[in-house]
């Protein structure tokens, strides 16, 4: 599973401690000795408990996860333990369970439209690229922690053509398609369809991937059955407002790709956290 860099850790510190801890320089207590340890208070899908460990450590202290990303904890049960000095420990405390709250949420998120999806008979779920600018890499984590899978890392790694790009074309869809698979072989061609025409023309043109914009799972059922009489029908995404209520349908109606940004949305999970004394 991935795994942030340090540089991008030690920018998070940075940020929340720039120059610095004002209080607890004051109080004169940062060379005492301290304990840290993190609980889930609620029901998640852990994520960043890798990452917060490191931060520990790059404050200048010490600490080692109990738990693993991807695993599910019940409440009260301990993910990670540190100790060093208290100036160390606090200064890296609050940065590290924002960081766990934040990502177990996502993926928790993920997990229960994954979960959603199987009583459906089924279907991958992945997440796109339009989480906050600065976070995808964390997002990426998350979702993987949960399950799911990541939609497009960026306009790099893959081939989608929107409607917005076809407004530049001036030839049919099948010499389109024709041309993306004679340019780049290796990559399948997605195209996402904003109405029920648009994605037959599409599938007869020989996109490899339909994505259904907005459509509602019985719209999504239609094409299912028409696609079921080709013979190598492309694969059906169903996008635009797939989440934990609605994913269970779509994957009846027959999407096999659950195309989502709601996860990144979703209410941080809760980390209980015990400063202490060592």
Same mark, same amino acid.
């Given at each position: 599973?991935?795994?942030?860099?340090?540089?991008?850790?030690?920018?998070?510190?940075?940020?929340?401690?720039?120059?610095?801890?004002?209080? /607890?320089?004051? !109080? =004169?207590?940062? %060379?005492?000795? &301290?304990?840290? #340890?993190?609980?889930? $208070?609620?029901? *998640?899908?852990?994520?960043?408990?890798?990452?917060?460990?490191?931060?520990?450590?790059?404050?200048?202290?010490?600490?080692?996860?109990?738990?693993?990303?991807?695993?599910?904890?019940?409440?009260?049960?301990?993910?990670?333990?540190?100790?060093?000095?208290?100036?160390?420990?606090?200064?890296?405390?609050?940065?590290?369970?924002?960081?766990?709250?934040?990502?177990?949420?996502?993926?928790?998120?993920?997990?229960?439209?994954?979960?959603?999806?199987?009583?459906?008979?089924?279907?991958?779920?992945?997440?796109?690229?339009?989480?906050?600018?600065? /976070?995808?890499? !964390? =997002?990426?984590? %998350?979702?993987? &922690?949960?399950? #799911?899978?990541?939609? $497009?890392?960026? *306009?790099?790694?893959?081939?989608?053509?929107?409607?917005?790009?076809?407004?530049?074309?001036?030839?049919?869809?099948?010499?389109?398609?024709?041309?993306?698979?004679?340019?780049?072989?290796?990559?399948?061609?997605?195209?996402?369809?904003?109405?029920?025409?648009?994605?037959?023309?599409?599938?007869?043109?020989?996109?490899?991937?339909?994505?259904?914009?907005?459509?509602?799972?019985?719209?999504?059922?239609?094409?299912?059955?028409?696609?079921?009489?080709?013979?190598?029908?492309?694969?059906?995404?169903?996008?635009?407002?797939?989440?934990?209520?609605?994913?269970?349908?779509?994957?009846? %109606?027959?999407?096999?790709?659950?195309?989502?940004?709601?996860?990144?949305?979703?209410?941080?999970?809760?980390?209980?956290?015990?400063?202490?004394?060592?």
């Amino acid at each position: 599973m991935l795994v942030l860099p340090d540089s991008l850790l030690q920018s998070f510190l940075h940020e929340d401690v720039p120059y610095g801890d004002l209080t /607890t320089g004051l !109080l =004169a207590i940062g %060379a005492e000795p &301290a304990r840290i #340890g993190f609980v889930a $208070r609620t029901p *998640l899908q852990l994520c960043g408990v890798e990452e917060a460990a490191r931060l520990i450590q790059l404050a200048g202290g010490d600490a080692a996860p109990l738990r693993r990303s991807g695993e599910w904890c019940e409440p009260g049960v301990p993910v990670l333990e540190g100790q060093g000095r208290a100036e160390t420990v606090i200064a890296a405390w609050k940065v590290a369970q924002t960081l766990i709250e934040t990502a177990s949420g996502i993926a928790t998120a993920v997990r229960h439209i994954r979960d959603a999806a199987e009583r459906g008979g089924g279907a991958a779920v992945a997440c796109t690229r339009k989480s906050a600018p600065g /976070t995808r890499a !964390l =997002a990426l984590k %998350a979702v993987q &922690a949960g399950g #799911g899978i990541a939609h $497009r890392l960026g *306009l790099s790694d893959s081939i989608l053509v929107f409607p917005e790009h076809c407004a530049f074309l001036d030839e049919a869809p099948a010499a389109t398609v024709r041309r993306l698979k004679a340019a780049c072989p290796e990559r399948r061609v997605v195209v996402e369809a904003a109405t029920r025409d648009d994605a037959l023309i599409w599938a007869e043109a020989g996109a490899d991937v339909l994505q259904l914009e907005k459509f509602p799972p019985e719209a999504v059922a239609e094409i299912a059955h028409f696609l079921a009489g080709m013979a190598s029908p492309p694969l059906l995404a169903a996008a635009g407002g797939v989440n934990e209520g609605n994913a269970c349908a779509y994957a009846q %109606a027959g999407a096999q790709l659950l195309v989502t940004s709601a996860p990144y949305w979703a209410k941080p999970a809760e980390i209980q956290v015990r400063i202490g004394r060592a």
